[in-house]
């Protein structure tokens, strides 16, 4: 059964571009979380989709959105980039709250 | 609002020793999980371990256990035998259904560190 799959890994962007990263789930998983992991933070929920509904939302800017698709597969977007945003960036696919499995992120990183 | 709290952000274990690290929680509800992940320099976030609140039996996982005290909202992860390859980031984790939704909540991490 393969894992999550977050792409790409590593991404290097302008201050004031915007990104889309990508992330598939595990087969049959409907559940898809992000996360952004910085040293100083930790890791932070930035939203949770099923069945392409957004179902919760962490406090983050509205600069920061997501979509999930018909194959579970999500995509999540930054735009007007800030240096704040560089981080990691992780999916979590879960199909309950016994288990969330990860992804290996997206490093971010913004100049 | 539910909380983790690991309020060690280093510890340090001579290789083959045992070492133990804490996590705090707050909730009011009765049905949740709790997990430690770690989290090594690949950055692939692992599940270590896995404690359903109604069970009233510490989890084990050959050489990591816990110390589960749901009334003192306690948390604690012990590594026997420590080995260089557990060196990694360790994150505590809350999770429960909320309104159909699953919540995951993370403490901030502790950092883990094998001596040989």
Redesign the interface.
């Known amino acids: 059964k393969a894992g999550v799959t977050q792409t790409p890994r590593y991404l290097i962007k302008t201050r004031g571009q915007q990104v889309t990263l990508s992330c598939s789930p595990i087969s049959g998983h409907r559940?898809v979380?992000w996360?952004q992991q910085t040293p100083g933070?930790?890791?932070q929920?930035l939203f949770?989709y099923?069945s392409e509904t957004q179902?919760?939302k962490g406090n983050f800017p509205g600069r920061f959105s997501g979509r999930q698709f018909s194959n579970s597969r999500s995509e999540m977007n930054v735009s007007t980039l800030e240096l704040g945003d560089s981080a990691?960036y992780?999916c979590?696919s879960?199909s309950?709250?016994?288990?969330?499995?990860?992804?290996?992120?997206t490093?971010l990183t913004v100049v | 609002a539910q909380t983790v709290t690991q309020s060690q952000p280093e510890m340090s274990v001579q290789e083959a020793e045992t070492v133990t690290l804490s996590c705090t929680y707050d909730t009011s509800e009765s049905d949740y999980y709790l997990f430690w992940y770690k989290q090594p320099p690949s950055r692939q976030m692992i599940l270590v371990i896995r404690q359903e609140a109604y069970k009233q039996q510490n989890a084990t996982e050959n050489r990591f256990s816990v110390n589960f005290q749901k009334a003192a909202k306690s948390f604690s992860l012990k590594i026997s035998d420590s080995q260089l390859g557990d060196a990694a980031m360790y994150f505590c984790a809350y999770s429960e259904r909320d309104s159909g939704t699953y919540k995951y909540i993370f403490g901030t991490g502790t950092r883990l560190k094998v001596l040989a």
């Open positions: 559940s979380s996360y933070q930790g890791l929920f949770e099923f179902r919760n990691l992780l979590a879960s309950g709250y016994s288990e969330a499995f990860f992804g290996q992120g490093r």
